[in-house]
Nanobody
Framework: EVQLVESGGGVVQTGGSLRLSCTAS????????IGWFRQAPGKEREVVSC????????YYADSVKDRFFISSDNGKDTVYLQMNSLKPEDTALYYC???????????????WGQGTQVTVSS
């Protein structure tokens, strides 16, 4: 059974930083993609960043470019999302998801974690 566990969320002031982690287990594919998505109250889920650990392909939403950085530790099956210069509009429930192919849409990911809350206070 594929499982994804997110951690690292919390409350931070504007301008602060957080690092989210997503650890995957229960899969054997050499090629896969991990995506970070977020959903704020009353808003639709949106893509934040994605990575294909095998070839290091990455994607960032315009709203987080140059502030957020995605990386992977293949030996630990863990993907990190370093979030810097956080803004109140970054407040949301952040999910990581695993898919067989690189995709920037939620439909491309079959497995999802439970989410970790990020709150940025002004």
């Amino acid at each position: 059974e594929v499982q994804l566990v997110e951690s690292g969320g919390g409350v931070v002031q504007t301008g602060g930083s957080l690092r989210l982690s997503c650890t995957a287990s229960g899969f054997t594919a050499d090629e896969y993609a991990i995506g970070w998505f977020r959903q704020a109250p009353g808003k639709e889920r949106e893509v934040v960043s994605c990575i294909s650990p095998s070839d290091r392909s990455t994607y960032y939403a315009d709203s987080v470019k140059d502030r957020f950085f995605i990386s992977s530790d293949n030996g630990k099956d863990t993907v990190y999302l370093q979030m810097n210069s956080l803004k109140p509009e970054d407040t949301a429930l952040y999910y990581c998801a695993l898919g067989s192919l690189f995709s920037i849409t939620a439909a491309g990911y079959a497995y999802w974690g439970q989410g970790t809350q990020v709150t940025v206070s002004s």
